[in-house]
């Protein structure tokens, strides 16, 4: 009994012994195989490893090791502190729901804004959202009403499309019929164009392929209608071209009599003279009719010919001589869209890209090395890269000067040097070439100073312009209001420059940037200017203002809605917060009024992606 016990003693204090030491060793093994479980869900390990340790702890009866042992929790990354802004929430990298949730608030935001225009102005060119009344400052053509059916119709807005299409449907035909004069470019880029587009969206366009990604909802559109129109209004436009005894058109046509005449001063600007060709050229390969596309392109064909400054080109030229008047040189009015248009004729066109329109992208590309050469300047104290201007031409003083229409930049270079398609997917290819990077490094640059023109203020939106602070010639004057700001010392805002008229060319680029870049801080920059928007130019009775002045709270209102307001700004904010995948920009170029064209494809190349 006492050797029993004995032997039983020593094998329960053996056993003991294997439980107390071989328990601790059996947790480290337990964790090695943990962390070997862990690194191979992550890919440090075989796929064939990974699936046989998934395997091992598959079954229901086997407990789980992951139960043991929790992982961490991920902490937010950091953001670099040029990313960082002192007026805002920290940036970061919001989920999708929210981003469908703030393209919805868009899209409450436009439905606002167009009740205001049907109650209180509809039928008539703009709102005047604080005496709730309309007015025509555009030629009388409702240009809100055209301006913003592509935009209803891309957010699927459908009493909206229901409303502006009946009207343009009831009356549109008359006002061209009775009203008097109107200026040719304003009129082809937002009241042509818009009818063009929506046209297209509405399913009107059978060969133009289905790559938009919105619904066709006919049923609330009648496409030929807006076909029809179309083609009796630039029929009346044209007249500015064949009335003109150069390839310059005239910069005024009166739609009643059918007759075109210059300004009172005999200048047209050369940005309007350029920025007719992607409406007219879209309505000939629709109509068939080759006439408005030939009229158009001429214009084009003429500046090839004529002297530049490093591929820039003053702001005004003759329909009378042909040639540039004066020697003031800007991207900012009266400018800016003629460099547009360089780049994107040539990507409609992608049939004629390597041929017989390869000269508008030589063009261009010479206009933007000339645009690095001679614009672009860096600020103090902050280096903040800006675009400025040679009132006097290449042998007179630099102006430290940027209007905020010079934002539509950014956008352009980036499309410039991808030709729409994502950066990655253009690395990967192998397209980019070292201009092209550098290009789009510069858009990146000035989208941030574009923004920072609207977070240097107190409101948090941006003066229609903006001086900078350059070595050895500081721009004195007032700041934008926000103290707080990282770059108040770089810009000055002047007290006649103040005025924000909801301009989209900032927000613009950055729809533009972040289809390409896919960096997600493009949209929380579109994001911030958007509550800007709402907080301090939204009207209760519907509608949105116009603001006197940035810089000061509460900011003094003007009482005006400019028709691009719904035509540009909010469309851009609604397709920014989107997906990528409606109006790609490999398939779609926007005309200078954001309304979408398709790029001319071959019928073999349409029927191909159908």
């Known amino acids: 009994m006492a050797t029993q016990a004995l032997i039983s003693k020593s094998s329960h204090y053996q056993c003991g012994k294997f439980t107390l030491g071989k328990f601790l060793s059996l947790l480290m093994v337990s964790g090695l195989i943990y962390l070997l479980v862990h690194k191979s869900s992550e890919g440090f390990v075989s796929g064939e490893l990974h699936d046989k340790v998934q395997s091992r702890h598959a079954s229901k009866d086997s407990p789980n090791i992951r139960t043991f042992w929790r992982k961490l929790p991920r902490l937010p990354p950091r953001l670099p502190p040029n990313e960082m802004y002192k007026n805002s929430s920290t940036l970061h990298q919001s989920p999708p729901s929210e981003w469908t949730s703030r393209q919805k608030n868009v899209k409450e935001a436009f439905e606002h804004a167009w009740s205001g225009y049907r109650n209180h102005a509809m039928g008539y060119d703009e709102l005047m959202p604080l005496s709730h009344r309309g007015v025509d400052g555009l030629g009388g053509l409702g240009a809100t009403v055209v301006d913003s059916l592509d935009t209803a119709i891309i957010m699927g807005a459908d009493d909206v499309v229901s409303e502006a299409s009946k009207w343009i449907e009831d009356n549109l035909m008359k006002k061209i019929n009775e009203k008097g004069q109107v200026n040719l470019f304003e009129t082809t880029i937002r009241v042509l164009g818009g009818l063009l587009s929506a046209y297209h969206l509405s399913g ?173 300047r860096k600020t103090t104290p902050n280096g903040l890269v800006f675009v400025g201007e040679l009132p006097h ?171 691009f307001f719904l035509g540009e700004t909010l469309k851009y904010l609604y397709l920014l917060f989107g997906e990528s995948n409606i109006l790609p920009l490999d398939k779609y170029v926007f005309n200078t009024e954001a309304h979408p064209l398709p790029v001319i494809r071959s019928a073999a190349q349409v029927s191909d992606t159908v």
Not at 217 to 228: A, I, S, V
Not at 283 to 298: E, H, N
Not at 302 to 309: A, F, K, S
Not at 426 to 443: F, G, V, Y
């Open 204 to 376: 009107g366009d059978q060969a133009g392929g289905g790559d938009s990604g919105i619904p066709v909802t006919p049923k609330k559109t009648n496409p030929d209608r807006l076909l029809e129109v179309s083609k009796d209004l630039a029929d009346r436009l044209l007249l500015a071209f064949t009335s003109s005894p150069t390839a310059i058109p005239y910069s005024d046509v009166v739609l009643r009599d059918r007759s075109a005449h210059a300004s009172p001063d005999g200048l047209s600007s050369t940005s309007e003279a350029t920025t007719l060709q992607l409406e007219f050229s879209y309505l000939s390969r629709i109509s068939g009719d080759p006439k408005y596309d030939l009229q158009a392109m001429k214009v084009l064909e003429h500046m090839r010919t004529l002297p530049t400054v490093e591929g820039l080109v003053p702001i005004y030229i003759s329909p009378y001589s042909g040639q540039f008047s004066g020697e003031n040189i800007r991207l900012g009015s009266r400018g800016d869209s003629y460099y547009e248009y360089l780049l994107k004729v040539w990507v409609q066109q992608e049939n004629y890209r390597n041929t017989s329109l390869k000269y508008l992208f030589e063009m261009y590309t010479e206009a933007m090395r000339g645009v690095k050469h001679l614009l672009v």
């Open 393 to 563: 031409g290449r042998n007179g003083a630099f102006s430290p000067k940027m209007d905020h229409l010079v934002c539509f930049l950014p956008g352009t270079l980036a499309l410039g040097a991808t030709k729409g398609i994502t950066k990655k997917k253009a690395l990967e290819s192998n397209l980019l070439t070292n201009e092209d990077i550098e290009n789009l490094r510069l858009a990146e640059d000035l989208a941030k100073t574009c923004v920072e023109m609207y977070f240097v203020t107190s409101t948090g939106l941006a003066p229609e312009i903006a001086y900078f602070h350059i070595e050895g010639n500081p721009e004195g004057g007032p700041d934008g209001g926000n103290k707080s700001s990282e770059y108040i010392n770089d810009i000055t805002i002047k007290p006649l420059d103040r005025h924000n008229l909801l301009r989209p060319e900032t927000v613009e680029s950055l729809f533009v940037l972040h289809r390409i870049t896919e960096d997600p801080k493009y949209r929380e920059w579109g994001w911030q200017i958007f509550k800007a928007f709402e907080k301090y130019t939204k009207v209760d009775s519907g509608g949105y203002t116009s603001l006197d002045d940035v810089t000061s709270l509460p900011p003094p209102r003007r009482d005006k809605m400019e028709t």
